[in-house]
Every structure is written in C-alpha cells, then in structure tokens.
C-alpha cells in the first residue's frame, strides 16, 4: 500500500514527459511522423546547401545575404529568360523536346527525395521500375498524341499503323508488365514502405507526366496559348517577388513564410497588365497564332493559316464609368485579348497555390527545394511547380470555350473507314445539305 503512491507520481511523471515531448514536436509533426522516421530509417533530406557559383560569390561578396540572393535571383532570373526566348526562336518541334526534358527532370527531382527517404532499407528495382512506370505513361500519352496530329504519317508507314491500332493494348501491357514485377519485388517486412513507395510514383506521374501532356495539347493549338500562360506565370513569380522584396509586410501564408499579400496584390495587377499587352503583339503574327500542323509533303511542322476571328482586331465599346476615366467612347483590340485577361488572373490568383502546395511538400519532408539545379531558384520543379497547374487550366479552357470540331481531323477518320462506310456517310451528309438548303435537290444531283 506504501508504494501505490509511489507508483502514481511515476506515472505521472512519465505522462508529463510524454506530454511534453509530443509538445516540441516541429511544425504541426505528429506521432505518425515520428514513426514514419524510424521505418524510414532515419530522418528526412537536409536541406540543400548554397550551391551560387563561385564568381558570383565573389562578386557579390560586399553585399548583405538578402541583397545577394536578390542579384543571384535576378541574373540567374534573366538568363533563363533569355533562354525561353531561345527555345520560341527555334519552333515547336525544340519546344516540344524541352518539355520531354523538364517532365523528365521534375519527375528525377522528386522519385530522388523518395530515394533519400527510403534508400536505407535498399528497396529492390525501386529505381528500375520508377523509371519504368515513367516510360509506360510517356509511351501511352505520346503514342495518343503521334496518332491524333500525325494521322497521315502514320497510315503511311506499315509498322506505324500496326502500332496506332494496337497502341492502347500494347501500353496496357507494358503497364501489367511493371505492375507483376513490382508485385514480386515485395520483400518482408518492408511490404507497408514498398507501398508507400508505389503511391509515390503514380502520383508523381500524374502530376508531371500528364500535365507535360497537356502543355503539348495547348502548343498544338497555337504557339500563343503556350507561350502567353507560360509568361504570365513568370511575370507573376517575378512581380510578386518584386513587390514583396520593397513593399511587403504583411505574411500570406504560413507555408511560405515570404510570401506577402503587398507581394500576391501587385503581382496580380501586373500580370494582368502584362498579359494584355503580350497578347496583343502577339496576335498580330500568324508564327504565334496558327495551329501547329504537320506537313505531310515537306514532313516537317507548318504553322500558316488564315488567323481566326480570335486574331483579329474588334471594335469594342467602354462601359460609361469608365468613358470618363479614360476619355474613350470604343477601343479596338483583339478577342483573345479577353481570354488573356482570364487567363493572367487565374496565374496569378489560382497559379500561386501550386507554389504553395509545392512548399507544403519540401516542408513535409524538411527540404528547402527540390533539388539544387539553378542557383538562387533550386530544382527545376521549383520553377515549374506553378506551371503544371497553369497546364490543366488552358487545356481546360480551350475545350470549354475555344476549340470547336476540327474538319481536317474528321477527314482524317472518314479516309480510313471501309469504302461502303465511306459511302453511307457521303449520302447521309448529302441528304442533310439537301435538307438544309445548301445543296440542289437529290434528283438533280
């Protein structure tokens, strides 16, 4: 009886602690967490260490670090600006393979931040079927993509055709193929953290690899719906960073800690601003606004048409508020002028929580960026993070309000039909012209 209330101080003693510890753990970190750590193996990444060149080190060596990071940012910022330019200069079919590069760079980016957390129990043909699953997914979507815009080519060729009709079968298998092997990759013991490891890589495939294939879809449209979101994403990054570096002071989100509403508001209005004025030099060339086609004669991608009524400057008239602010009763733009202005207000208001959700994740995992590929900015998938999201919303866009049926597609499927199926169309559309008034009666034709 003497030691019962011995045994309750301990007790208590032991909860307080418990307590206590569960108390200190960092930013939101639960007891799952913790366990998640001693299955992994030990604790997550570290962050990445400073990784600015040498010469810029040295040159900037009299300067505080934000003022540093502020010229690092920028030079670095106006390099890869220049090189986006490069990349528009050289045409579609270059644009296309840095895509191809970028998907394939983000989805190396964050397979290897699973790699550091699980590589301490050496996890068999993790790796391997990785990048395995990443070739299945890129052959199915770019197999559909080959079929869809170069129809003719494929019909042309015998082992192409064989492989367009038989494209979804193929990928389908080579999908189970990966999904037996990692079936028998399972070891003991490990079962829970190979699974992890699964769910890993198919959400990363769904979000890298298909938005990289919509990106592909929008550039087929017309270079401008690839080359306008894409901009307006940079500009909003830049102009957020710029009103916030001078004029923020109040914290937007407790994910990133820099990111101010000064910063997030100005950033707006000048994206918006910048999407208009972009839209509106290049609406005027046909390079920018024609679809992307392939040219069957030269065999190369052609981009000539007749601009759509979306390219065409229109009269339009100002709203009386506005007519004595601005002085103007009518003001002539481009259609896709408007569409710009949705399109620069979603980067700016809906783009940025890709950002976010970006640094939700290196929180979770206790990096500071995905990888350290450009110095002031991290990993590629730093810089595109917002990107993707921009990706989905265009491709969306395009099919709600902009792209009607494509006669030259039609044509296409119509030219591959047996003959009689061939027939039964034509009579079938001839009669609904008749119909309508458009062509002569069916016994004078």
């Given at each position: 009886l003497q030691r019962v209330p011995a045994l309750c101080l301990v007790k208590l003693f032991?909860?307080?602690?418990?307590?206590?510890?569960?108390?200190?753990?960092?930013?939101?970190?639960?007891?799952?967490?913790?366990?998640?750590?001693?299955?992994?193996?030990?604790?997550?990444?570290?962050?990445t260490s400073d990784d600015t060149p040498e010469v810029l080190n040295r040159a900037l060596s009299n300067l505080s670090s934000r003022w540093k990071n502020w010229w690092v940012r920028g030079i670095l910022t106006l390099a890869m600006i220049t090189f986006f330019f490069i990349i528009i200069y050289l045409g579609p079919m270059v644009l296309m393979t840095i895509v191809m590069c970028v998907q394939?760079?983000?989805?190396?980016?964050?397979?290897?931040?699973?790699?550091?957390?699980?590589?301490?129990?050496?996890?068999?043909?993790?790796?391997?079927?990785?990048?395995y699953f990443l070739l299945c997914v890129n052959y199915f979507f770019y197999g559909e993509t080959v079929t869809d815009y170069f129809f003719t080519l494929v019909q042309?060729?015998?082992?192409?055709?064989?492989?367009?009709?038989?494209?979804?079968?193929?990928?389908?298998?080579?999908?189970?193929?990966?999904?037996?092997?990692?079936?028998?990759?399972?070891?003991?013991?490990?079962?829970?953290?190979?699974?992890?490891?699964?769910?890993?890589?198919?959400?990363?495939?769904?979000?890298?690899?298909?938005?990289?294939?919509?990106?592909?879809?929008?550039?087929?449209?017309?270079?401008i719906w690839f080359i306008v979101p894409i901009s307006c994403v940079i500009c909003n990054d830049i102009m957020a960073y710029m009103f916030g570096f001078f004029f923020g002071r109040t914290p937007l989100i407790k994910l990133s800690p820099k990111k101010t509403w000064e910063g997030f508001i100005g950033g707006f209005f000048a994206t918006v601003l910048f999407g208009l004025l972009l839209s509106y030099v290049m609406s005027g060339y046909r390079c920018f606004t024609c679809p992307v086609e392939f040219n069957n004669d030269t065999n190369s991608f052609t981009v000539d048409c007749e601009p759509s009524e979306l390219f065409q400057l229109q009269e339009y008239n100002i709203p009386l508020v506005l007519q004595s602010v601005v002085g103007w009763k009518t003001v002539r733009m481009y259609p896709f002028q408007i569409h710009s202005i949705a399109l620069s207000t979603f980067?700016?208001?809906?783009?940025?929580?890709?950002?976010?959700?970006?640094?939700?994740?290196?929180?979770?995992?206790?990096?500071?960026?995905?990888?350290?590929?450009?110095?002031?900015?991290?990993?590629?998938?730093?810089?595109?993070?917002?990107?993707?999201?921009?990706?989905?919303?265009?491709n969306v866009y395009i099919a709600s309000f902009i792209r009607g049926p494509n006669p030259s597609k039609l044509i296409q499927q119509f030219l591959t039909l047996r003959p009689d199926q061939q027939l039964h169309i034509f009579n079938t559309l001839k009669a609904h012209l008749v119909d309508k008034g458009m062509l002569g009666s069916l016994e004078d034709a």
């Open positions: 032991v909860s307080n602690l418990q307590e206590s510890e569960s108390e200190n753990k960092l930013d939101g970190e639960t007891a799952s967490d913790s366990e998640s750590k001693s299955e992994f193996g030990g604790s997550p990444p570290v962050p394939i760079k983000c989805f190396h980016e964050i397979i290897t931040i699973g790699y550091n957390v699980y590589h301490s129990y050496d996890l068999p043909w993790f790796r391997t079927l990785s990048w042309r060729e015998e082992p192409l055709r064989i492989l367009s009709k038989y494209h979804r079968f193929i990928s389908f298998t080579l999908y189970l193929t990966g999904f037996c092997m990692f079936v028998l990759s399972l070891v003991k013991k490990h079962y829970r953290l190979q699974f992890y490891m699964f769910g890993w890589t198919h959400v990363t495939l769904l979000i890298v690899v298909t938005q990289s294939h919509l990106i592909i879809h929008n550039l087929f449209e017309g270079m980067a700016s208001l809906i783009g940025p929580f890709g950002g976010f959700f970006a640094s939700g994740f290196k929180r979770a995992f206790k990096i500071k960026d995905f990888a350290n590929t450009i110095p002031g900015h991290g990993g590629i998938m730093d810089r595109f993070d917002c990107q993707y999201l921009m990706a989905t919303f265009v």
